[in-house]
């Protein structure tokens, strides 16, 4: 990021910490079917704009069946989300095949 190199153990500091973020979102979207309970909020709406960034690391979210499945619900359904997810998307798609996947 901005000509910075990240050493591999930053890395990986890095990975650990979403992977943490996400067993917390799965556990969440297991007690309810939004962030902040049964209706769509602010929070469901920032938090799957920055989730559905890690398309640039090729995240594979089948780990998380409930969070795959509310972030396609909040992104690829929501068609004011997916036309401005769309162009992060673009960059992803390009972007993925030069990292490692996680």
Known sequence: MLGRTFEDHEL??????LRES???LE????????LSGDEMS??????????DQ??????DL???PKTKAWL??????????LKYSKIMRGFADKAK???AKL
Request: net charge neutral.
């Open 97 to 99: 095949k030069r990292v």
């Open 54 to 59: 890690t398309r640039f690391v090729a995240l």
């Open 22 to 24: 996400i067993n917390d």
């Open 72 to 81: 396609y619900h909040m992104v690829d359904e929501q068609p004011i989300m």
């Open 12 to 17: 990986e500091e890095a990975k650990d910490r």
């Open 42 to 51: 602010i929070a469901d709406i920032s938090a799957a704009h920055e989730l």
């Open 62 to 64: 089948s780990k998380w």
């Open 27 to 34: 556990m969440r979207l297991s007690q309810t079917r939004y």
